[in-house]
């Protein structure tokens, strides 16, 4: 539970009141009202500007550089107005030490503690400069002191109380971060888990039944099978149904293709998505080279994927339908030292431009 700043602030307010209403009373015993009534005009200023909400909760420097210098003048000279002949009311005058001690407590609750304490520390000094040190307990120099001491510490404790609750929140926004991170990692590897299930399922019983005796045809098809899971692994969300098919295709006819989703597609809604998949299928099916390179354009604000192949198919296996492991390897090693024969470059809105 928080008490509402407006409590705490007119619970200060009131206090200043006292004191001014004090001041006030105090007139009587007053020498020269003048600049008695500027000091206490100076102070009401100096309190009200304390209290107002500006800065946050740590008040401006240049107030309490003011609040420090009221503490040391408004003693003097309200001191100075003080009848001699009447002694008995000098405490009853003295209101200016609770002013000034009010003051330096609300400096030190808006986390300007120094500035609190040289302020006590010119109250004490002129107390002890001008009645000696049993003039320090009568007229309250010592409450003022606890005062600000207490409110040093309570302003402390809180603000390293804050500083904890910041760190709390900063650490559960972390784990929160992390556990969705988690639960994304395990959602798509549950995903890619059930496509390669499912890819993988009817091949496998194949090769079960036939006790790992593979045909030419089978081994073929088991090359592709690993290409297509490479590709589960390192194509992501560059990957639909569209896509995968005219990787396959691409390869039966004996081009070397290679996805990689580097990024840059994350934050792609499912329409969108849905067009770049669209455009790059095209792209895949229209590439003919020895080796396509399927790549996301993580600096370019306006392509999405981009379709690179280089060198001359080979004729002869394209013609056959043979599935060597060279085509499936989806190395690039190498993938410059042949002539860029295709490229494409694939927009947010799927449109496909390039040459080939």
């Not at 401006?60 to 003693?75: E, F, R």
């Not at 000696?132 to 309250?140: C, D, E, F, K, V």
């Not at 606890?146 to 309570?154: D, E, H, K, M, Y």
Request: proline share 3%; hydrophobic share 50%; aromatic share 4%.
């Amino acid at each position: 539970m928080t008490v509402p700043r407006w409590v705490i602030v007119s619970l200060a307010a009131s206090v200043v009141g006292y004191h001014v209403v004090v001041a006030i009373h105090s007139l009587t015993v007053i020498l020269d009202p003048v600049p008695y009534l500027i000091a206490v005009g100076v102070f009401i200023v100096a309190s009200t500007v304390s209290l107002l909400p500006w800065g946050g909760l740590r008040m401006p420097t240049w107030v309490a550089t003011v609040n420090l210098l009221v503490a040391i003048v408004i003693p003097e000279v309200v001191s100075k107005q003080i009848s001699d002949g009447l002694q008995v009311q000098v405490d009853h005058a003295a209101w200016y030490v609770g002013g000034i001690g009010i003051l330096m407590v609300i400096t030190s609750a808006r986390r300007h503690h120094a500035f609190a304490w040289l302020g006590i520390a010119a109250l004490v000094a002129h107390t002890l400069l001008l009645g000696g040190a049993p003039a320090i307990s009568p007229i309250g120099v010592g409450m003022s002191v606890a005062w600000v001491g207490i409110s040093n510490v309570v302003s402390v404790t809180l603000e390293r109380a804050e500083q904890d609750a910041r760190q709390y929140a900063h650490a559960a926004r972390a784990a929160a971060l992390w556990h969705a991170e988690a639960e994304a990692h395990v959602t798509e590897r549950r995903a890619r888990l059930g496509q390669t299930n499912r890819v993988a399922r009817s091949i496998l019983r194949e090769i079960v039944s036939r006790r790992g005796r593979l045909t030419p045809e089978l081994r073929a098809e088991c090359l592709l099978l690993e290409a297509t899971i490479r590709d589960e692994i390192r194509g992501r969300r560059l990957l639909d149904d569209r896509v995968r098919a005219a990787v396959s295709a691409a390869r039966r006819s004996s081009t070397s293709v290679m996805v990689l989703d580097e990024g840059g597609l994350d934050d792609l809604d499912a329409e969108a998505l849905h067009l770049v998949h669209g455009g790059l299928a095209r792209a895949i099916a229209s590439a003919k080279a020895r080796r396509v390179i399927v790549r996301t354009a993580q600096d370019r604000h306006d392509v999405a994927v981009t379709v690179v192949g280089v060198g001359e198919p080979h004729e002869a296996d394209a013609a056959s339908g043979t599935v060597t492991a060279s085509t499936v390897a989806g190395s690039v090693d190498g993938e410059f030292d042949e002539d860029v024969t295709v490229w494409f470059e694939i927009g947010f809105d799927g449109e496909v431009r390039g040459l080939h």
